[in-house]
T-cell receptor, first 115, second 114 residues
Framework: QKEVEQNSGPLSVPEGAIASLNCTYSDRGSQSFFWYRQYSGKSPELIMFIYSNGDKEDGRFTAQLNKASQYVSLLIRDSQPSDSATYLCAVNIGTTNFGNEKLTFGTGTRLTIIP | KAGVTQTPRYLIKTRGQQVTLSCSPISGHRSVSWYQQTPGQGLQFLFEYFSETQRNKGNFPGRFSGRQFSNSRSEMNVSTLELGDSALYLC?????????????FGPGTRLTVL
């Protein structure tokens, strides 16, 4: 089992709809979770992070975390063509000791917003 | 503020050679992480340096090594190159680490091994 798993897609969503991206992780002790966006030919950029169970909203983006199910998701409301990109889930696997600054990434989900 | 810079941007090497890649972090950032990105494996963590010390390491063979200088600039070295080392190598910098703070990626070095 991979440490961080994502559906590779492609996921196609009509413009204006809600895009839902999912990620599961294997280490029950993981505490920190991140979503990165990577446009084709560009480097990843951080868009959201979440540490606590529940929802965290930032503009059109909502991150959802369920530690019991080892599941983190990203919702994009009112999807725009500019949201078309690959979305990478990253998890801080391992102990929560200070200095554990390693991120394990999923392989990413390619999202296409259809005008 | 200038972003993360990486040199060179493109590199072509042959099997058995070695290569050194360079990364200059954002001014004031003390943590530099290195990643390998390939279509099949995605983004894989190589190592993280903080204040000249390797603090975290991924699951790569010893042919992959790195270091960080007192000005936080970092280099990674790959010895005895293999075809499978062809990839985009990304470095990212952050103030204290990619978990504690936002990390910013450089544009990457595209390495092709022939």
């Amino acid at each position: 089992q991979k440490e961080v798993e994502q559906n590779s897609g492609p996921l196609s969503v009509p413009e204006g709809a809600i895009a839902s991206l999912n990620c599961t992780y294997s280490d029950r002790g993981s505490q920190s979770f991140f979503w990165y966006r990577q446009y084709s030919g560009k480097s990843p950029e951080l868009i959201m992070f979440i540490y606590s169970n529940g929802d965290k909203e930032d503009g059109r983006f909502t991150a959802q975390l369920n530690k019991a199910s080892q599941y983190v998701s990203l919702l994009i409301r009112d999807s725009q063509p500019s949201d078309s990109a690959t979305y990478l889930c990253a998890v801080n696997i391992g102990t929560t000791n200070f200095g554990n600054e390693k991120l394990t990434f999923g392989t990413g989900t390619r999202l296409t917003i259809i005008p | 503020k200038a972003g993360v810079t990486q040199t060179p941007r493109y590199l072509i090497k042959t099997r058995g050679q070695q290569v050194t890649l360079s990364c200059s972090p954002i001014s004031g950032h003390r943590s530099v992480s290195w990643y390998q990105q390939t279509p099949g494996q995605g983004l894989q963590f190589l190592f993280e340096y903080f204040s000249e010390t390797q603090r975290n390491k991924g699951n790569f063979p010893g042919r992959f090594s790195g270091r960080q200088f007192s000005n936080s600039r970092s280099e990674m070295n790959v010895s005895t190159l293999e075809l499978g080392d062809s990839a985009l190598y990304l470095c990212a910098s952050s103030s204290q680490g990619p978990v504690l703070n936002t990390q910013y990626f450089g544009p990457g070095t595209r390495l092709t091994v022939l």
